[in-house]
């Protein structure tokens, strides 16, 4: 008996520990903040109400992005070239997107692969984190030179059913197509008949490729509002039936040339890098 009662406390206690193990795995997988990253979350000064932080990644490990976090898209959904006309050919390479001190570095590179002039690189979050309404807020350093267009943006999580316009688009930050240091956000969605429209402005700001800014995005059900360093410089007003009341993914991305830079490339360009400091995501 005493030794079947010592058996029994045995598989008691390791019963014990499996759920108390499993208890712990079930809170460390509902954690939305990075799991690949060392560091703790930084310091952050949300304003208004999006105070909680529910996501984020602070590239705080070097090598390659965390693949809990994100997804290179490398292969060419229209009809094997890239939208808009652009030059670059996007990869999975560390060549084009790697952590280091810090930082996630997203580089453009002057070379040939598969029959396009440039490589770079574009991660989503799609399936991997999605939501509804809230604070996106991105420090960035964007690459240099003429034909860069780097983007900080967001897609709604139904792209793959409905497609493009009818999902929704909203871009936090993009630059290149202006006059250097003049950057802009956008939402694009579909008219009435079907047809896509957008609304832009644009803010010129100083050193965006020497310095760190901080790019951010509001937005609610009544409207997306955009900011650089806190700076309020454009809002869009959301009416009933546009396609913002439902859950976005986000993506960063360098492209090279294309329609929004009207095609031109400088010549000398043979590499540059849009550095993250961090994506946070508040509600």
Known sequence: MKNFFI???????????????????????????QECSSGEIKEARPTGDYNVLIWGDEFDIDGR????????????????SWWNNEFQHYTNREENSIVENGVLKIIARKENYNGKQYTSA????????????????????????????????MLGANFDVVDW??????????????????????????NAEGNHYYRTASLKIENESSAFHIYSAIWSPEKIEFFVDGVSYHIFEI???MPFDKPFYILLNVAMGGDFTGNKVDPNFTSSAMEIDYVRVYQ
């Open 165 to 190: 316009p009818f999902c929704g688009e909203i871009d936090i930050l993009e630059h290149g197509n202006k006059e250097p240091g003049e950057v802009s956000s956008a939402v694009h969605l579909p």
């Open 239 to 241: 009416k009933e039936g």
């Open 65 to 80: 992005p965390c693949p809990d976090n994100w997804f290179h898209e490398t292969v060419p959904p229209n009809n094997g």
């Open 122 to 153: 574009r991660l989503n979050t799609m399936n991997l984190f999605e939501f509804k309404y809230g604070k996106v807020e991105v420090k960035a350093k964007l690459p240099s030179g003429q034909g860069t267009w780097p983007a900080l943006w």
């Open 7 to 33: 058996v029994g406390l045995l598989f008691l206690n390791i019963a014990c520990d499996n759920a108390k193990n499993n208890e712990e795995k079930k809170d460390t997988s509902q954690t939305k903040i």
